[in-house]
Antibody, heavy 118, light 106 residues
Framework: QVQLVESGGGVVQPGRSLRLSCAASGFTFRSYPMHWVRQSPGGGLEWVAVMSYDERNTFYAGSVRGRFTISRDNSKNTLFLQMNSLRSEDTALYYC???????????WGQGIVVTVSS | EVVLTQSPATLSLSPGERATLSCRASQSVSNYLAWYQQKPGQSPRLLIYDAYNRATGVPARFIGSGSETDFTLTISSLEPEDFAVYYCQQRSDWYTFGQGTKLDIK
């Protein structure tokens, strides 16, 4: 079955960096676009970034563009999110999510908490 | 940015009753709308995509309808496991989510 396991979260001071990883299994990772979606402490969901299946294309939400970088290693079935210049408003539960060919989100990891606080 | 507004914020019903959840888009999203269910402590689960298509394994009591700016998720007869938070999401103009409707037991 599809499994997505995030790691790398934690507490970090504003302005610092953090790198999230997502280990994928149970499907042909290199065939699917992969996303990061975050959920704020209040419960709202926000799409963060996507990388195409072939690593050629990346797109970002305006709130993170220029600060976050999504990448993937198809040889290791792993997705990454490099987060720089973190702000308090980046505090959230970050989900690694598999995208469908119809541009929806059909499998979600359990999420990893990122807290940005001094 | 397409803003999705869900109503009501909270819906209190009993098992066996019919639930009707609404999602309104600030501009047309054609039929590019999905619904997700999230239970406490769990990740969201895709229920409906392209407005009315059920995802794999989703029971037939979950019915999606609508187009353009007005969408509805109907649960025809509530089961105990259906009480959760429901989110709509559009993919017409990048990706945005509604703020959620909490369906709780009356």
């Amino acid at each position: 079955q599809v499994q997505l396991v995030e790691s790398g979260g934690g507490v970090v001071q504003p302005g610092r960096s953090l790198r999230l990883s997502c280990a994928a299994s149970g499907f042909t990772f290199r065939s699917y676009p992969m996303h990061w979606v975050r959920q704020s402490p209040g419960g709202g969901l926000e799409w963060v970034a996507v990388m195409s299946y072939d690593e050629r294309n990346t797109f970002y939400a305006g709130s993170v563009r220029g600060r976050f970088t999504i990448s993937r290693d198809n040889s290791k079935n792993t997705l990454f999110l490099q987060m720089n210049s973190l702000r308090s408003e980046d505090t959230a539960l970050y989900y690694c999510v598999r995208g469908t060919r119809d541009h929806y989100f059909d499998h979600w990891g359990q999420g990893i908490v990122v807290t940005v606080s001094s | 940015e397409v803003v999705l507004t869900q109503s009501p914020a909270t819906l209190s019903l009993s098992p066996g009753e019919r639930a009707t959840l609404s999602c309104r888009a600030s501009q047309s999203v054609s039929n590019y709308l999905a619904w997700y269910q999230q239970k406490p402590g769990q990740s969201p689960r895709l229920l409906i995509y392209d407005a009315y298509n059920r995802a794999t394994g989703v029971p037939a009591r979950f019915i999606g309808s609508g187009s353009e700016t007005d969408f509805t998720l109907t649960i025809s007869s509530l089961e105990p496991e259906d009480f959760a938070v429901y989110y709509c999401q559009q993919r017409s103009d990048w990706y945005t989510f509604g703020q959620g409707t909490k369906l709780d037991i009356k």
